[in-house]
């Protein structure tokens, strides 16, 4: 867990997820604060940086990021929070957005999930967050396969065949 307002901060560390691991982070999380300021860049790349650090075979490396969508230190250009997680794509990470709250800049929102082949979640009040978070955590868990290539080879009787979905 990644706080940031004016800087980003590691919370909670990697670490399993057990009785003992569920309580050190309940009991980090009940401490946390709300703080001024927005940078998403920062707490996004220290996420990112924490999930690569984990060396486990195959997992599946997930950023997700709640925000208010609205980055109002560090980096603030959309295109370039864009260009930055499509980098973290590139090197492994998958990045979810969750917007919490009213008004929102969803444009950004779904602009660094898709750059980061991730969902994006909308929120009004946080009440349903337990819901989300639970449901990208049981994704990550049933991902069956990553990076699967698919080799069609056509006999010569087809004469036309089309894509009709980019996987």
């Not at 925000?67 to 603030?76: K, L, Q």
């Not at 794509?89 to 917007?99: C, L, N, P, Q, Y």
């Not at 999930?113 to 989300?132: D, M, N, P, V």
């Amino acid at each position: 867990v990644i706080t940031f307002d004016r800087d980003a901060r590691v919370a909670v560390p990697p670490a399993p997820f057990d009785a003992a691991g569920a309580e050190t982070a309940r009991r980090a999380l009940d401490r946390l604060t709300t703080g001024i300021g927005t940078n998403l860049g920062a707490g996004w790349r220290e996420a990112s940086e924490a999930v690569l650090r984990v060396v486990l075979p195959n997992a599946v490396r997930r950023v997700l990021l709640l925000t208010d969508g609205y980055p109002s230190r560090g980096e603030t250009h959309r295109d370039a929070l864009r260009a930055r997680v499509m980098e973290g794509h590139a090197r492994g990470v998958e990045t979810s957005i969750v917007g919490l709250g009213d008004g929102i800049d969803d444009g950004l929102c779904v602009a660094l999930a898709e750059a980061g082949e991730g969902r994006f979640h909308y929120l009004r009040e946080e009440s349903a967050l337990a819901e989300i978070v639970t449901a990208e955590v049981e994704g990550a868990r049933a991902l069956v396969a990553t990076d699967v290539s698919l080799d069609v080879q056509l006999t010569p009787r087809v004469d036309r065949a089309e894509v009709l979905h980019r996987y």
